[in-house]
């Protein structure tokens, strides 16, 4: 069975360009000093996400479907995120905020144009329409894939030679532009979350209560072969297709992410201070940064522990799942509980496969988009949900919590599924694969700190179209500004 497309047509995709932007707003509905400053060396300042969404939307919605000339000539480099890393962005030229979102405003209004000019919704009136008179040049700047070589593009007849029409196939440009305004979302409110002084973003609604199960519970998943990754979900990011058969050996898996109970047991254990349970890269890192707890966790002075949480400090909620804990943690904290992380293809088979039928799920409740019943999502909170809470987002072998609340570290390095082709531009994944054994990568890829592990799941901050049972986030295995935490395995 073929998955159903995520959202069919110009309608659908104008609603949710708009749900996104409402958030990008939110975020950035603030004075000019704070977009302007860099609240922490990780982030970009919150007036530069802003227009690379704006940017990123006009390359792709604009120039690369319609032939748009550029707005704002000679802004692309300032917004080329490969160009100027995150530590060097306050220096740049930037727009100043009203011409950032005056910008975004009038990329969002041509686009819309664009769309509501189209009578009928079918991904092939789109096409006929936006390309009208503008015919293939082969010339679109960053869209590089080779002409008919994925797997994603059959052959549309009289148009398989113009790449706009893989770009539009499924409404995945339109996919790409905006999920990437949710990721960007998500990485603002990290930004947010470092931010000093009293919070500035809403705490829309409590998260549903927890249910009491068994600590350390477990599920067993049986050896056997399942099918990761996808050829068919029309908005999947080239990275995680093709879809292909893995063997994965017997292993028992946590049901529930570790909570933060947990984790202070091993924090109050002594874990932080044992060099035994960690990595010698990650004990290098701990040592120069002084690890002792997780980012934002701080004792209270009378023997208990607060976190602080945009910028408010609260009791630590030990029923929750633990979140900014960087890999190097994660991986110590399993080696002192005598467990692992799970690799990359046992998270996926957890959270996809249903032996009753063989094959994987979209989600792991089935294939329906996720609702406030199966996951904590989408900033309808403010902070993960407590253990327990999403009996009806439960996987077929029983795993809950899998997608929203917290991303999930996993033991795997991010390296292409085989079969791989990047589409429709190599820097959206394809530059931060680990290189193919014997091949060397990018200068200093491999050096102790570098190197990205793939993160799983989404977390509450995540958009729930931004995240799927194949979805792939990655990250170095040094960060914890990001909503991560991780789930316990071990071999059956
Ligand atoms: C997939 C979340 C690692 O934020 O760097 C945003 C997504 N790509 N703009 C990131 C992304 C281009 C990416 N992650
Ligand atoms: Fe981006």
Redesign the pocket.
Known sequence: AVPPAVVEGAEGWAEELARGRRRTLAYTDLDDDDLLRQHSPLMSPLVWDLAHVGN?EELWLLRALTGADPLLPGIDDLYD?FRHPRVDRPALPLLPPAEARAYVATVRARVLDALSALAAPSTDDVFEALTQGNPPTGEIEGLDAPAGSGQRHGDRPGASRDPRARLLEGGFVYGMVIQ?EH??DE?MLATLALRAGPAVVDEPAAPPRGRPLPAGGEVLVPEGTFTMGTSTDPWAYDNERPAHRVDVPGFWIGRLPVSNREHLAFVEDGGYGDERLWTPAGWAWRCREALSAPLFWRRDGAGGWLRRRFGQDEPLPLDEPVQHVCWYEAAAHARWAGRRLPTEAEWEKTAAFDPATGRSRRFPWGDEPPGPEHANLGHRATRPAPLGAFPAGASPCGAEQLIGDVWEWTSTDLAAYPGFVAFPYRE?SEVFFRPPAGRSGPAGWESEFRGYKVLRGGSWATDPRATRATFR???HPIRRQIFAGFRLARDA
Do not use: P, V
């Open positions: 990123y995120a990437h990721q960007h990485t959206y986030n990655w990250d």
